[in-house]
């Protein structure tokens, strides 16, 4: 565990405002000079500092501060070439656990998960998918059993992004068979390095193996690291997936981040395959990626202070659909080309590799958006019934005890 210490000019001095965060950067800056600390010294010092996510808590990363004021944090950093955290090595851990764990965690399990989390050295991963427990995830049947201080965990779960490279993972488990499906869940985060955890990669659609399934055999997990109340995880799970749908539809993204900046850095490339069709296809999907943006950066700011809302599965929607419509125009026009990809041998992927796939890669890929994070279909589910107030779907499995349903 890396021991949580706050920077003394947090701790000490008066309260940083929004206004005096360019100086306090300034003066974080000059104690800790990117180009002379250690990159991980410095991603822990800023940690410390508060200016790792000015929204949360102090002691927690952050400064209490409204959470646009970070990006005066994230621009004096990048005007000084500091290292980044490589956030998409570890999405599961910010999109998710972090949120998770500063809603529901005591202060010592923050203290514990929150600073390694962020710095990126240790990653994290999200047991919650299992064979027959994808949509109606409530279903579940992994079990927890009460064994002295800790529990005893046996089931099987499946998709499991980064399992291979993560240290814990977020897992739901079902506590109390006798009680209705909801009730009956428990919020752990499980040390991936327990004995009893065995991960065995998946090959997905693209070649790669991003994801695994994982056998959990009688691992024991300590009941300090359960998240919320006995019988409680189905609200602890709902605030993760809240964030996962904010996370995939609504990470920040400059204007043209993400696929539609391929497809337009293929338009100012290439002047080959530009026809008037491609060309309006193109403006149609540029305005739409910049419309969906705005709106949702107004959607992220409102995560990142704490209260995501089922909106976010509007976004999360509309991200996925847009992205499968960009990179099969991407591939259009680039013709035979784009069918060129890779190699297809069985690999893990290269997290860093991001900005050089092929167009390919990109295709495939995008269709595992409609899928990860809750399916579109379920998104739908979600607008009509939580935003919209339209009738709910007929459910008759919510008020028997999970272990009198049949399957
Ligand atoms: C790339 C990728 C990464 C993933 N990473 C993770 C991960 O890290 N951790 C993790 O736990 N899981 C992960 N998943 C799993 C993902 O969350 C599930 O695949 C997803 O929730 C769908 O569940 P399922 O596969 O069991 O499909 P099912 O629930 O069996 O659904 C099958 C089909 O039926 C439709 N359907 C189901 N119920 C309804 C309904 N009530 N109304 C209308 N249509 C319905 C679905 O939309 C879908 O089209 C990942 C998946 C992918 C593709």
């Known amino acids: 565990m890396t021991d949580t210490t706050t920077d003394a000019a947090v701790s000490a001095g008066d309260p940083v405002t929004e206004d005096g965060l360019p100086t306090y950067v300034a003066d974080f800056l000059s104690k800790y000079d990117p180009a002379a600390t250690p990159r991980i010294d410095f991603l822990r010092a800023r940690f410390d500092a508060g200016l790792a996510w000015v929204q949360y808590p102090i002691g927690c ?237 107004r959607l992220r700011q409102q995560a990142v202070a704490g209260t995501p809302g089922p909106e976010g599965s509007g976004s999360k929607l509309a991200y996925s659909l847009l992205a499968q419509r960009v990179s099969s125009l991407e591939l259009d026009i680039l013709g035979d080309r784009g069918l060129r990809f890779d190699d297809w041998s069985f690999r893990r992927p290269n997290l860093d590799d991001e900005r050089n796939r092929p167009a390919g890669y990109r295709f495939l890929r995008t269709k595992g958006n409609s899928i990860e994070g809750g399916t579109s279909e379920i998104m739908r589910n979600i607008i009509s019934e939580r935003i919209l107030g339209l009738p709910a779907e007929s459910r008759t499995d919510t008020t028997i005890p999970w272990n009198e349903l049949p399957r």
């Open 61 to 297: 990363g952050g400064l209490g501060l409204d959470a646009a004021a970070q990006s005066i944090v994230d621009a004096a950093l990048e005007a000084v070439a500091a290292p980044d955290n490589a956030p998409h090595r570890n999405v599961i851990g910010l999109g998710m656990a972090a949120p998770t764990i500063l809603a529901h965690g005591t202060p010592e399990q923050q203290r514990q998960w929150l600073r390694p989390l962020w710095t990126g050295e240790e990653i994290w991963c999200q047991l919650f998918s299992e064979p027959a427990a994808g949509s109606d995830l409530a279903s579940l049947g992994t079990k927890a059993v009460p064994d002295g201080t800790d529990w005893v965990v046996n089931g099987q779960k499946v998709w499991t992004s980064l399992a291979h490279e993560a240290s814990w993972a977020l897992l739901i488990a079902r506590t109390d068979p006798s009680v209705p499906k909801h009730r009956g869940l428990t919020y752990f985060v499980c040390d991936m390095r327990s004995p009893g955890v065995d991960v065995r990669a998946l090959r997905q659609l693209t070649g790669e193996a991003e994801f695994n399934e994982v056998f959990l055999d009688n691992v024991r997990v300590p009941d300090d690291n359960r998240l919320g109340e006995v019988g409680a995880g189905w609200r602890v799970t709902q605030s993760t997936l809240m964030n996962e749908r904010v996370a995939i539809g609504a990470g920040a993204a400059p204007r043209e981040g993400g696929p539609i900046g391929f497809l337009a850095d293929l338009w100012r490339r290439e002047d080959t395959h530009r026809t008037i069709g491609s060309f309006d296809k193109l403006v149609q999907l540029w305005v739409e990626a910049e419309t969906m943006r705005l709106t949702t950066e």
